[in-house]
């Protein structure tokens, strides 16, 4: 529990900004699960799920709410599975 001032409005402004976040945090996080769930079924709009997962990652990347990194790993990764199943198929 927050004791000073100071500390009770960070708690504040925490909460505020972990209510801004969350909605691109979501969304990025669903739009990998369908294009995941895209790719491994071999689903014929699995390059335009792929894309939208990417930009949703890029998105929450440039708002500081995933890291840079992760979302590069996780763009990365997603690019891999689709360029595999494009290439079997």
Same mark, same amino acid.
């Given at each position: 529990?927050?004791?000073?001032? @100071? ?27 369908? +294009?995941?769930? $895209? ?6 709009? +699995? +390059?335009? @799920? ?21 979302? +590069? ?6 690019? $891999? ?7 079997? $198929?």
């Amino acid at each position: 529990m927050a004791l000073s001032r @100071q500390a009770k409005k960070r708690a504040r402004q925490n909460v505020v900004r972990a209510a801004r976040n969350r909605p691109f945090r979501t969304r990025a996080s669903r739009r990998l699960r369908d +294009a995941r769930w $895209a790719v491994e079924d071999g689903e014929g709009d +699995a +390059a335009e @799920q792929v894309r939208l997962a990417q930009s949703a990652l890029d998105q929450a990347a440039r708002r500081g709410i995933i890291h840079r990194n992760t979302a +590069a790993r996780k763009k990365s990764r997603l690019a $891999a599975q689709l360029k595999a199943l494009q290439t079997e $198929a």
